[in-house]
């Protein structure tokens, strides 16, 4: 039952997407463009290898890819949810979503299946681009562990994107945790540099954010083959995020979406 329920909402999905082509293409090309002014900007430094770059081996233009590659598929759990469950409140289906036998992690699942399954495409361009385009190699990548970092990371990062949908779900407008990841997540967790280049109070706030754990050690295995005991520390600290946010993530949802129903406000918008 819940394989089908959850086949529907995917099927739902890639056909409301599928009918905003033009959106997908000025999508692929925007990325492009955007890798394009980090290509340029690593060759207005030609190869001189900063010394904040010199622990992952590697020259600007392919750390800013990866940590660009990387943060935008974890991203997605941080911004789906809350997204879908805005739309589903605009759309005024919410409450029809939500009466579905489905159970709360099978619905949350079934939420974010669509994006993560998009995102899974988007990472495929994204390594072609790097290979055809830009002519990037990663000769020495650890990719067991690379995947391992992958993993803890979405998992994660869907955590804090189902406590963002906790405030949609209860306020509608006003997503302070929403704010927080857009505009802190990447400046401070080394996605566009390596955290060594901050000083020292923001460096203190960088280190309480999980992306910064979670870039450093994906870097450390895709450029300089880094092993379990190399990043353990990183990964430590990754599954300990996992360990307290997943499980109050899920049970904060349980709780929003109660206390929503309780006051009548789930239809609202």
């Known amino acids: 039952m819940s394989a089908r329920l959850i086949s529907a909402f995917i099927r739902r999905d890639?056909?409301?997407?599928?009918?905003?082509?033009l959106s997908f293409?000025?999508?692929?090309?925007?990325?492009?463009?955007?890798?394009?002014v980090f290509y340029y900007i690593g060759r207005l430094f030609g190869g001189t290898l900063a010394p904040e770059l010199a622990p992952f081996g590697t020259d600007y233009f392919t750390y800013v890819f990866a940590s660009l590659a990387f943060f935008g598929y974890i991203g997605t759990g941080a911004g789906s949810y809350a997204g879908r469950l805005r739309q589903e409140q605009t759309q005024g289906t919410l409450e029809a979503a939500l009466s579905t036998p489905l159970r709360t992690l099978p619905f949350l699942a079934a939420m974010s299946a669509w994006n993560f399954l998009f995102a899974t495409f988007e990472l495929l361009v994204y390594a072609l681009a790097g290979a055809f385009l830009f002519g990037l190699k990663f000769p020495?990548?650890?990719?067991?562990?690379?995947?391992?970092?992958?993993?803890?990371?979405?998992a994660c990062f869907a955590a804090l994107?189902?406590?963002?949908?906790?405030?949609?779900?209860?306020f509608k407008r006003g997503n302070p945790l929403a704010w927080v990841l857009n505009n802190f997540e990447g400046l401070l967790g080394g996605v566009y540099f390596p955290v060594a280049v901050l000083p020292g109070w923001l460096l203190?706030?960088?280190?309480?954010?999980?992306?910064?754990?979670?870039?450093?050690?994906?870097?450390?295995?895709?450029?300089?083959?880094?092993?379990?005991?190399?990043?353990?520390?990183?990964?430590?600290?990754?599954?300990?995020?996992?360990?307290?946010?997943?499980?109050?993530s899920v049970w904060l949802f349980e709780l929003s979406v109660r206390r929503a129903r309780k006051t009548g406000t789930l239809g609202e918008y």
């Open 204 to 248: 203190a706030i960088s280190n309480l954010l999980p992306v910064t754990y979670a870039v450093r050690a994906f870097q450390l295995a895709l450029n300089r083959g880094a092993g379990l005991a190399e990043i353990k520390g990183d990964l430590l600290a990754l599954a300990a995020f996992n360990l307290v946010l997943v499980p109050a």
């Open 140 to 154: 020495a990548a650890n990719w067991p562990v690379a995947l391992l970092v992958f993993a803890l990371s979405a």
């Open 161 to 170: 994107g189902i406590i963002s949908s906790c405030f949609v779900m209860l």
């Open 14 to 21: 890639f056909l409301a997407e599928s009918s905003y082509r």
């Open 25 to 36: 293409a000025l999508g692929a090309l925007a990325t492009l463009a955007n890798l394009a």
